[in-house]
Structures are given as structure tokens and as C-alpha cells.
């Protein structure tokens, strides 16, 4: 069994969601990303990546209409 993953770089992290770099480090600023320091690194916690996650509302589109 392996241990479950606590974080991970803000490159991967932008990676992993979709977002730029720029996003995670102005997420982490304003208290959405929750890091902490290793050194000179910042690690995202997963878990406040995954609360941010759940709080994003869904995105709807509208149907395609057909020409003609």
C-alpha cells in the first residue's frame, strides 16, 4: 500500500488542474491553495486544492444548433 500523497510542486499542481502557474501562486496569496515550505519550495497541500475543486461551479453550455 502506498502512502497517500500530501502535495506537490506549484508546477505540478498547475499540471494536475489546469491552470497556469500564475493561478496556483495568486490561489496560494489569497488563502485558496493552502503550502507550505520545504527549503525554498512551496508544496500545495492536496487537500486544499481538492476544497477549492469541490466549491467551483459546474460549467453549462447550451446545445448545439443545427443549421438548416
Do not use: C, H
Request: charged fraction near 35%; hydrophobic fraction near 30%.
Amino acid at each position: 500500500m502506498y502512502p497517500e500523497q500530501l502535495g506537490a510542486s506549484v508546477k505540478e499542481v498547475a499540471s494536475l488542474t489546469g491552470e497556469s502557474e500564475w493561478t496556483v501562486k495568486n490561489k496560494l496569496r489569497r488563502g485558496i491553495y493552502r503550502g507550505r515550505k520545504s527549503g525554498r519550495r512551496t508544496i500545495v497541500e492536496f487537500k486544499s486544492v481538492r476544497e477549492a475543486w469541490d466549491k467551483l461551479p459546474e460549467a453549462k453550455y447550451s446545445p448545439v444548433k443545427k443549421k438548416g
